[in-house]
């Protein structure tokens, strides 16, 4: 798994790393699938960013897949 703290500084690239461990750390159950969403939404748009970038960001894209994965993994246990 790709160290998310090695990846670019830009602000959607904060951004969604910041959502997703907030996400990923929310202990109130009424709140958990609220963070997900946000983190959700922050993913998608940064993956569509990277799309339109011409430097190598298959490292930060590898982490937005496996941050994704989880996410939704995380949502369904917190479902139950």
Known sequence: MVDLD???ASSSARR?????????S???SGKVQ????EAER???LRGRELLSMSADTSEEAAA???????LRAFA?????
């Open 26 to 28: 929310e202990k109130d």
């Open 34 to 37: 609220f963070c997900i969403a």
């Open 64 to 70: 937005l897949d496996d941050a994704l994965y989880a």
């Open 76 to 80: 369904q246990l917190s479902a139950i």
């Open 42 to 44: 922050a993913l998608i």
């Open 6 to 8: 090695q990846l670019p």
């Open 16 to 24: 969604w790393r910041e959502l997703y461990r907030t996400a990923i």
